[in-house]
């Protein structure tokens, strides 16, 4: 599968799944991090790309200064949908948010309309990655900034290196899934960069950034992979027991190696800080 399908299966069940499994177990702690970096900024107009269901567009509208505006954008209606709904009412003092569909890799705004870009975690879905920061760099103001972040390695990612080892138990002779071959597939600090600079970008900073994933327990995070991403639609093919399986033997895995309490897990990314 090309990474251009993978990216258009975040839909059906997988958007409500999303948010309410893997957004606290990995994504909520890397949203603090990087609207804190994008406040420091100062933006008076922010653009979000791949927003999902919101978990990073809520902390920018809630920080952001009262007079800056904020578009976030996803490629799939369904996470925007969700990501409408939790924002919803706005809470006291967050400003409007104008969500819309857009391909990162096609964006509909007017060149210079953006002083900060933000990407968390869609960089490694975009097909054609150049051209997407091309976009990002043709709507940033000449003083404007790019930031976003990838996962590091599988490898530094406790929960889903279990849900990928649990796959290739059940399904010895399947290709490799999504999780390792796009969500985990992209972390080359070199290549990384070299896209950004392909597409005009400068990159000022490559940050290397290890947060604590959390979870209830070892089920609740072994479910979050097969039901909350593009997983759970490579799977669906296989029929329901394949998908029980992969969470059986994943909550295995994740009780042996965190007990039956809470998971508290070290997980990686890298953040990047270009300059237009
Ligand atoms: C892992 S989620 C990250 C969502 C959100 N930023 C977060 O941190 O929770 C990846 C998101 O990228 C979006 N996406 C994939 N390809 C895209 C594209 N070409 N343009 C815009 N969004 C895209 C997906 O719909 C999905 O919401």
Do not use: K
Request: glycine share 6%; charged share 20%.
């Amino acid at each position: 599968m090309a990474d251009d399908a993978a990216a258009r299966l975040f839909r059906g069940g997988v958007p409500d799944a999303y948010e309410r499994l893997m957004v606290p177990l990995v994504f909520q702690p890397y949203a603090d991090d990087l609207v804190a970096r994008a406040v420091s900024h100062t933006p008076s107009a922010v653009l979000e790309l791949a927003a999902g269901t919101g978990v990073v567009t809520r902390g920018l509208a809630a920080a952001l200064p009262p007079e800056s505006t904020l578009i976030a954008t996803d490629l799939n209606d369904g996470m925007l949908a969700v990501a409408e709904r939790r924002g919803a009412p706005r809470p006291a003092g967050a400003r409007p948010v104008a969500w819309q569909a857009a391909d990162a890799q096609a964006l509909p705004f007017d060149a210079e309309s953006f002083d900060l870009v933000v990407c968390q975690f869609g960089v490694m879905f975009f097909p054609d990655r150049p051209a997407a920061h091309a976009q990002v760099r043709r709507v940033l103001r000449p003083s404007g900034i790019s930031l976003f972040s990838v996962w590091d390695s599988i490898a530094t990612n406790a929960v889903a290196l279990a849900v990928d080892e649990a796959y290739r138990r059940v399904l010895p002779d399947a290709p490799p899934n999504v999780i390792t071959r796009v969500a985990h597939g992209y972390h080359d600090p070199e290549t990384i960069r070299a896209d950004a600079e392909a597409g005009g970008l400068v990159v000022v900073a490559l940050d290397e950034v290890e947060l604590i994933g959390e979870a209830e327990s070892a089920a609740s995070a072994a479910a979050a992979i097969p039901r909350g991403t593009p997983l759970r639609a490579e799977l669906e093919p296989y029929g329901p027991e394949v998908s029980d399986r992969i969470e059986a033997i994943t909550a295995e895995l994740l009780e042996q190696r965190f007990g039956t309490g809470p998971v508290r897990t070290p997980i990686r990314a890298f953040v990047v800080t270009a300059h237009r």
